[in-house]
């Protein structure tokens, strides 16, 4: 049983989410909610869709990293999208899905700091910090289902820590929740509901063309993207640079020596 208040919640916010969590899925414990909404999806499941669990015995981050989900103690859930159904055509179904993780960092972060006023940032490409050095508060996973070069559809998975039992002692220094920066429990089915109303909200502008206005906002969510020292490891071995931004597909711009280059994918460590 989801909790009794989140209906009363996903009411207060139904202009502003569209068919996000018209039907919702909660899972007393799953391994994913990435994979129980990937599953849903490839069986039909309509745009929107969300997974929400107490606990995962699987979960994951990017780069093949676990992301640990203890019952009760962060926000697990999954929203099925489909970008390519009933709207734009192939091309800016891409540009759509290419963005979402940005678009999802938005959205995440403006629901946190609506329901608790705390000065969430984005560290790009998926992470949700908080203070400096940044400590992560969430995570997000976007991952896309493609049958001939065609996008089928997107799921989009957050894990936010709610309380500290959500993230393993040995991350302390690195991680934290929204207990721990508030000093008292949180209204978790409020951020729920906020959140899905901003991504609700970010779906739609990147839907209907607006990405630039997504894209400023995520620039202003996110200090670290200018001027931030980074490295990372590339074919040609270890590459140092400073950050300068993002550019309109959401790719890292870096100031490598004289010349700039572009980061989509992979890990960049931060200094
Ligand atoms: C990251 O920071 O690397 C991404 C973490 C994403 C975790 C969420 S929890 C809900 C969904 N199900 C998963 O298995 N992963 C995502």
């Known amino acids: 049983m989801p909790p009794l208040d989140l209906d009363a919640a996903l009411a207060r916010v139904a202009s502003r989410r569209g068919v996000l969590g018209e039907r919702l ?29 107490e606990a995962q015995t699987q979960g994951r981050g990017r780069l093949g990293r676990t992301w640990h989900s203890p019952a009760g103690a962060g926000l697990y859930l999954s929203v099925v999208f489909r970008p390519a159904a009933g709207g734009p055509g192939g091309g800016a179904a891409a540009d759509v899905a290419r963005l979402m993780t940005l678009m999802a960092g938005v959205a995440v972060a403006d629901g946190i700091r609506r329901v608790t006023g705390l000065p969430v940032d984005i560290k790009w490409p998926n992470d949700l910090v908080v203070g400096r050095p940044p400590r992560k508060l969430a ?10 070069g065609r996008i089928e559809f997107v799921i989009l998975g957050i894990g936010l820590n709610l309380a500290p039992a959500a993230y393993p002692p040995d991350i302390a220094d690195r991680a934290t929740s929204l207990e721990s920066e508030l000093g008292r429990g949180v209204d978790a089915v409020a951020v729920l509901a906020e959140t899905l109303a901003a991504l609700g909200e970010g779906y739609a502008d990147l839907k209907q063309g607006r990405a630039r206005e997504m894209l400023d906002r995520w620039r202003a969510l996110a200090p670290f993207a200018q001027g931030s020292a980074v490295e990372w490891e590339s ?11 993002i550019d ?20 960049v460590h931060w200094h």
């Open 248 to 267: 309109e597909e959401g790719a890292l711009v870096v100031r490598v020596g004289n010349r700039r280059e572009r980061v989509i994918a992979g890990e």
């Open 139 to 148: 995570g997000l996973l976007a991952e896309a289902s493609t049958v001939s």
């Open 235 to 245: 074919p040609r071995g270890l590459v140092r640079g400073t950050t300068e931004g």
């Open 25 to 53: 899925v909660y899972l007393v414990e799953t391994p994913s909610t990435n994979d129980a909404a990937a599953t849903l999806a490839a069986r039909g499941a309509a745009e929107g869709t969300v997974v929400l669990a």
